[in-house]
């Protein structure tokens, strides 16, 4: 049976705060060994000071970006850009996060989230002796569907996936390309209990003891898919006008090469 429930008490995150001493005074001894601790990215990016100034959010976003996927202009004259950030994370506005923010600062995601993942998890095992995974997890869109839901952005002691590639179904079929990411349903599930404006930004998950394990496990990183495994590179608008573009310059350059030969024909 699958548990969920958010941790009452987690005072407000500063920079500095110790969070494994902060969870850990919340959740005292009512940890069993297999539980999954999912800690909102938020949090973690207060506790490791990740506030920069900011009067125009979009600096920001342009400072954490390395790819635009897609840019979108609204009537309101609102720019909404799709980007791949440093961390390899396709999501609206580099998830730079401007609520709850101190006037004139917004909030990046943490430095390194796997790490921050792996100090957690060594952290709260050594200081309430129980075999404990974490994940971080960040809001995030999806394409071709409304809506956002947590994923994993970050995770130490936990099989983000479950391969049951090499198995059979239930009609003995085999299963040739099943592997759920589970660390992402683990953060979708926590989003249920922790909400947005409750002030409950942990959550504990029982129930999946058979997802825990070392800490030398691969993080959250190993999710994002390879770019030449990607076959969404761009948004639908780019793609096209990337592909007219360059249909365009091809057009222009066998004009020139045509111009080029009935000149030196006639010569």
């Known amino acids: 049976?699958?548990?969920?429930?958010?941790?009452?008490g987690i005072p407000?995150?500063?920079?500095?705060t110790d969070l494994v001493e902060t969870i850990a005074a919340c959740?005292?001894?009512?940890?069993?060994?297999?539980d999954i601790l999912v800690v909102t990215s938020k949090i973690v990016s207060k506790a490791e000071?990740?506030?920069?100034?900011?009067?125009?959010?979009?600096?920001?976003i342009t400072a954490e970006t390395v790819r635009l996927v897609a840019r979108r202009t609204a009537p309101s004259g609102h720019v909404t850009r799709i980007v791949?950030?440093?961390?390899?994370?396709?999501?609206?506005?580099?998830?730079?996060?401007?609520?709850?923010?101190p006037e004139g600062t917004v909030l990046l995601l943490p430095e390194d989230p796997d790490a921050s993942a792996l100090a957690l998890a060594r952290g709260l095992r050594a200081r309430l002796g129980v075999q404990v995974g974490v994940v971080i997890s960040d809001t995030l869109g999806r394409a071709w569907r409304e809506g956002q839901t947590d994923h994993a952005?970050?995770?130490?002691?936990?099989?983000v996936f479950e391969d049951l590639r090499g198995q059979t179904d239930a009609e003995g079929r085999p299963?040739?390309?099943?592997?759920?990411?589970?660390?992402?349903?683990?953060?979708?599930a926590a989003d249920l209990v922790k909400g947005k404006a409750t002030r409950r930004?942990?959550?504990?998950?029982?129930?999946?003891?058979?997802?825990?394990?070392?800490?030398?496990?691969?993080?959250?990183?190993?999710?994002?898919r390879p770019a030449e495994r990607d076959m969404f590179r761009q948004g639908a608008d780019e793609a096209y006008a990337d592909g007219f573009a360059a249909g365009v310059a091809s057009a222009r350059a066998e004009a020139a090469d045509g111009a080029d030969f009935s000149a030196r024909s006639t010569t």
């Open 175 to 188: 299963l040739v390309v099943t592997m759920p990411a589970v660390a992402d349903e683990i953060a979708g």
């Open 1 to 8: 049976m699958l548990q969920v429930w958010a941790l009452d």
């Open 12 to 16: 407000e995150i500063a920079a500095g």
């Open 49 to 60: 000071g990740r506030f920069v100034t900011a009067d125009d959010r979009e600096d920001a």
């Open 27 to 34: 959740v005292g001894d009512t940890l069993d060994d297999g």
């Open 201 to 224: 930004p942990v959550a504990v998950v029982r129930g999946r003891g058979d997802l825990v394990g070392p800490l030398d496990l691969p993080g959250a990183r190993s999710i994002v």
């Open 84 to 101: 791949e950030n440093r961390l390899g994370i396709v999501s609206a506005a580099a998830g730079v996060d401007a609520s709850n923010t």
């Open 153 to 159: 952005i970050g995770a130490a002691g936990i099989r």
